[in-house]
């Protein structure tokens, strides 16, 4: 594809809904990694996908929030009983394969996340 | 804890002139530094990396420097345009691997 690409790009919810947030990534790039932005901020990192397994999932606050990435390819970040601390940037990135770091990850445009 | 400092305070220059962007860390020995730039409503931008072993990197108006004993990242664009407007932050890799540790960012605004 021509780039990372996420959906939607802004979500309005009501404290304690459900919420789900899908990343597209670049076609052939094994990894995945979902951050979040609150304003004013530099990304956070939440979890990192090579393939379909989460490699790494350190960074995500708590068990409210889950990542699946079922083909190796599309993921989503889903979020349980949403908070208004909730409410932030999330951003997908990818890149073509982490083993060996040092990869120029892409990021895409991010979903709005707003909790009422 | 790993900590990286940028400016907060928005960089004003005038357009022709050079910005100089400054990323502080403490509490690591990264293997190397990223600097990205962000647009509002868009996701960042890679821009360049810097290994350890290197002392400086160029990429057309672009310049990095990186002093691992003052840790220590200068971001340079010469001769700016309006169009470098943006938000510039840099990332060191946690833990040596893939998880990217970013600093706040800086505003750089170019005036004509």
């Known amino acids: 594809g021509a780039g990372v690409s996420q959906t939607p790009s802004n979500k309005v919810t009501e404290k304690g809904k459900y919420v789900e947030l899908r990343c597209d990534p670049i076609s052939g790039h094994t990894a995945l990694y979902w951050y979040r932005q609150s304003l004013g901020q530099g990304p956070e990192f939440l979890i990192y996908?090579?393939?379909?397994?989460?490699?790494?999932d350190s960074g995500l606050p708590n068990d409210r929030f889950f990542a699946v990435r079922p083909e190796g390819s599309v993921s989503t970040l889903k979020i349980q009983r949403t908070e208004r601390g909730d409410s932030a940037v999330y951003l997908c990135a990818s890149s073509l394969n982490s083993r060996g770091a040092q990869e120029t990850q892409y990021f895409g445009p991010g979903t709005r996340l707003l909790v009422l | 804890s790993q900590k990286i400092e940028q400016n907060s305070e928005a960089l004003n220059i005038q357009e022709g002139k050079t910005a100089t962007l400054t990323c502080n860390y403490t509490?690591?020995?990264?293997?190397?530094l990223q600097w990205y730039r962000q647009d509002p409503g868009r996701g960042p931008v890679f821009l360049l990396l810097i290994r350890e072993n290197e002392k400086e990197k160029r990429k057309e108006r672009l310049k990095v420097t990186f002093d691992t004993t003052l840790k220590q990242s200068l971001f340079h664009i010469t001769a700016s345009q309006l169009a470098d407007s943006a938000t510039y932050l840099c990332a060191l890799p946690m833990d040596s691997s893939y998880k990217l540790i970013f600093g706040s960012g800086t505003r750089l605004l170019v005036r004509p």
């Open positions: 996908f090579q393939g379909t397994g989460a490699a790494d």
């Open positions: 509490n690591y020995s990264p293997a190397y």
